[in-house]
């Protein structure tokens, strides 16, 4: 294992994974609600992907009825609340506030989101009801974002839902590899349990390896799986001990106390894109002395959001730009990570490589061609996109589904046969 990082106090380990936005106060949420412009033809919500009702749900907070506003948020986006907490809202709804037009700072929607969702799942109220038994059955395979939202949806159409997960706890991404300090795992947890509590069935640690065998004993299948396993660097040396994939580094981070998750002292971080992010702050966090992003094009290629990239500069991450990996050096464990610059050949001392170059597709449960039964979402579908691209993805198939089944018993009840 890498040489072990400066040992932080529990006090400092939760100061450092405290949330990065912390809740508005009672009296902070009224006076920003009391901000809104209530615009009729809102850009916030046409630029949010689940098209939540900004503007309605911002003045019931304004008005006081808080349970009334998180309606409003969940009825449009199942995972309102951890989108509230990890959703990138400066390129989307607070992005398109109209604010920003007049050089004055955006509605903070985010906030005001988790204040009304927070409400809700903090007092444990029930929103939403299944709705009357259709006879109809759907599975559900991976219980992230995209196949709870449609397993959701589904249950207030009437339907019963099974939901099949590989992993020993419902959530995705946002139970296992979203940072810390934006959405912890028992928050996440929590907010999947208002979905189960429609009556959603759900089996963990179950691997479905054909959609065909379900496709046999349910009358639709919905695919959300999500992506593989991180890409592999195809340099030598990714052998060494101290090197680990970005996402089983933020796995274990969330699922143990953190002094539990081994980190280096001088941490190198292999790639750019907003999970690379996540990885270098919380190596960081953690305690590591260094914790540095190598990525091989230039500082205007970096896939990251612009915030995360300022975030992991105020953590005190370093940047290597035009640095191409070209071996991990190390005898047994991992000493230095070889690159190529524009100036030549060096190698950055290091005793951990967290590599975060992106994500495998996957393939074993591809889409039977053309089958009418089959829908997909998530990640697996749009090849990786955010928390509220998953959610509006899944209650997208939801409503397809639902119109497929409610044709489907139509026709029988005619007697017209399928």
């Given at each position: 294992m890498p040489d072990r990082a400066a040992v932080l106090s529990d006090d400092e380990l939760r100061r450092n994974f405290a949330d990065i936005a912390p809740p508005l106060t009672s009296d902070a949420a009224l006076l920003e609600a009391n901000k809104c412009l209530y615009c009729h033809d809102a850009p916030c919500t046409i630029?949010?992907?689940?098209?939540?009702?900004?503007?309605?749900?911002?003045?019931?907070?304004?008005?006081?009825?808080?349970?009334?506003?998180?309606?409003?948020?969940?009825?449009?986006?199942?995972?309102?609340?951890?989108?509230?907490?990890?959703?990138?809202?400066?390129?989307?709804?607070?992005?398109?506030?109209?604010?920003?037009?007049?050089?004055?700072?955006?509605i903070k929607i985010a906030l005001l989101q988790r204040h009304a969702t927070d409400y809700v799942l903090e007092r444990k109220l029930k929103l939403f009801e299944a709705g009357p038994s259709t006879g109809k059955r759907v599975a559900i395979i991976?219980?992230?974002?995209?196949?709870?939202?449609?397993?959701?949806?589904?249950?207030?159409?009437?339907?019963?839902?099974?939901?099949?997960?590989?992993?020993?706890?419902?959530?995705?991404?946002?139970?296992?590899?979203?940072?810390?300090?934006?959405?912890k795992a028992d928050v996440a947890l929590a907010e999947v349990?208002?979905?189960?509590?429609?009556?959603?069935?759900?089996?963990?640690?179950?691997?479905?390896?054909?959609?065909e065998d379900l496709l046999r004993q349910y009358d639709a299948v919905f695919v959300g799986v999500g992506l593989g396993r991180t890409k592999r660097l195809g340099i030598p040396g990714e052998e060494l001990r101290g090197v680990i994939d970005a996402l089983t580094f933020i796995e274990h981070l969330k699922t143990h106390p953190y002094r539990e998750t081994t980190v280096g002292r001088h941490v190198v971080v292999i790639g750019a894109g907003n999970t690379a992010i996540d990885a270098v702050t919380q190596a960081k966090r953690l305690g590591a002395a260094s914790s540095?992003?190598?990525?091989?094009?230039?500082?205007?290629?970096?896939?990251c959001y612009h915030y995360e990239y300022e975030l992991a500069k105020r953590d005190g991450c370093g940047f290597r730009f035009n640095a191409a990996p070209q071996r991990i050096a190390g005898n047994g464990a991992v000493a230095g990570l070889e690159i190529t610059t524009a100036t030549g050949a060096e190698t950055i001392p290091c005793d951990m490589v967290i590599v975060a170059i992106g994500q495998d597709v996957r393939t074993e449960l591809a889409r039977?061609?053309?089958?009418?039964?089959?829908?997909?979402?998530?990640?697996?579908?749009?090849?990786?996109?955010?928390?509220?691209?998953?959610?509006?993805?899944?209650?997208?198939?939801?409503?397809?589904?639902?119109?497929?089944?409610?044709?489907?018993?139509?026709?029988?009840?005619?007697?017209?046969g399928r």
């Open positions: 630029a949010c992907p689940t098209h939540i009702d900004v503007p309605a749900f911002i003045k019931k907070i304004a008005s006081g009825n808080l349970r009334g506003s998180a309606r409003v948020i969940l009825d449009a986006n199942p995972f309102g609340h951890s989108c509230a907490r990890a959703c990138p809202v400066e390129v989307l709804c607070e992005g398109a506030c109209v604010l920003n037009d007049r050089d004055e700072e955006p991976g219980a992230g974002p995209a196949g709870l939202a449609c397993a959701r949806d589904l249950r207030r159409c009437g339907h019963a839902v099974t939901v099949f997960e590989a992993k020993s706890q419902p959530g995705g991404l946002n139970t296992y590899g979203i940072a810390e300090y934006k959405l349990q208002d979905i189960l509590d429609l009556g959603v069935e759900l089996k963990t640690g179950v691997t479905v390896t054909s959609v540095t992003i190598v990525y091989r094009r230039g500082e205007a290629d970096m896939p039977p061609k053309a089958h009418p039964k089959v829908f997909e979402g998530g990640d697996c579908a749009n090849g990786g996109a955010e928390i509220v691209n998953a959610a509006a993805e899944g209650v997208a198939a939801a409503k397809r589904i639902d119109q497929m089944l409610t044709v489907d018993k139509t026709t029988v009840q005619d007697g017209k």
